[in-house]
């Protein structure tokens, strides 16, 4: 399947401030660890921007009208697990962040639904994600956008760090799902 061109969309905050959700350029990878806090995935980030010029992963961030990234988005496409993400119909959202500052004023409903529109644009119409157990704000605003808990996931997996040793998370998570219009 050809991918459609993917156009930016903004969100005006209630201030006035304009948001920028636009796809990932390699230039922003350093900006994704933000300010250090997520340094240890840089590997791991790399990869899947590696997978985003091969197609099988889409990356949108965030940004003010000055440049600063303050949210993220991934998209996996496809997936050796089918069931995550197949290539055609079904694709797995993951690592969405807003940063504080920037929540609770209707951006991460603006993200969502932008990035549903862009799955839509491609033929997916159906996207699963977890969201950790211990995060009732995130469970709250999929519900509000329509995603339904599947089960339970023991969140465990895997990834090497910036340092090249590999780590092991475990984040028991709620399965989600939607089905796209």
Same mark, same amino acid.
């Given at each position: 399947?050809?991918?459609?061109?993917?156009?930016?969309?903004?969100?005006?905050?209630?201030?006035?401030? /304009?948001?920028?959700?636009?796809? %990932?350029?390699?230039?922003?990878?350093?900006?994704?660890? $933000? /300010?250090? +806090?997520?340094?240890?995935?840089?590997?791991? *980030?790399?990869?899947?921007?590696?997978?985003?010029?091969?197609?099988? @992963?889409?990356?949108?961030?965030? +940004?003010?009208?000055?440049?600063?990234? %303050?949210?993220?988005?991934?998209?996996?496409?496809?997936?050796?697990?089918?069931?995550?993400?197949?290539?055609?119909?079904?694709?797995?959202?993951?690592?969405?962040?807003?940063?504080?500052?920037?929540?609770?004023?209707?951006?991460?409903?603006?993200?969502?639904? *932008?990035?549903?529109?862009?799955?839509?644009?491609?033929?997916?119409? %159906?996207?699963?994600?977890?969201?950790?157990?211990?995060?009732?704000?995130?469970?709250?605003? *999929?519900?509000?956008?329509?995603?339904?808990?599947?089960?339970?996931?023991?969140?465990? $997996?895997?990834?090497?760090?910036?340092?090249?040793? $590999?780590? @092991?998370?475990? +984040?028991?998570? $709620?399965?989600? %799902?939607?089905?796209?219009?």
């Amino acid at each position: 399947m050809s991918s459609p061109p993917t156009a930016a969309g903004t969100y005006q905050l209630a201030d006035g401030e /304009e948001i920028f959700i636009r796809p %990932i350029r390699e230039s922003d990878l350093p900006a994704l660890e $933000w /300010e250090g +806090e997520y340094q240890h995935f840089r590997r791991l *980030y790399a990869e899947h921007y590696e997978a985003s010029k091969a197609g099988t @992963t889409l990356i949108y961030v965030a +940004e003010t009208s000055t440049g600063l990234m %303050i949210g993220q988005v991934f998209l996996l496409l496809d997936s050796r697990n089918k069931d995550v993400a197949d290539g055609r119909h079904r694709a797995y959202l993951f690592s969405f962040r807003i940063k504080p500052a920037y929540r609770n004023q209707g951006l991460g409903s603006y993200m969502l639904n *932008y990035v549903e529109n862009q799955l839509l644009l491609r033929g997916y119409i %159906i996207v699963r994600l977890n969201v950790a157990q211990d995060n009732p704000k995130a469970r709250a605003l *999929y519900e509000r956008r329509g995603y339904q808990v599947i089960g339970l996931s023991s969140g465990v $997996w895997q990834y090497q760090d910036d340092q090249g040793v $590999w780590q @092991t998370m475990r +984040e028991p998570a $709620w399965k989600m %799902i939607k089905r796209l219009r």
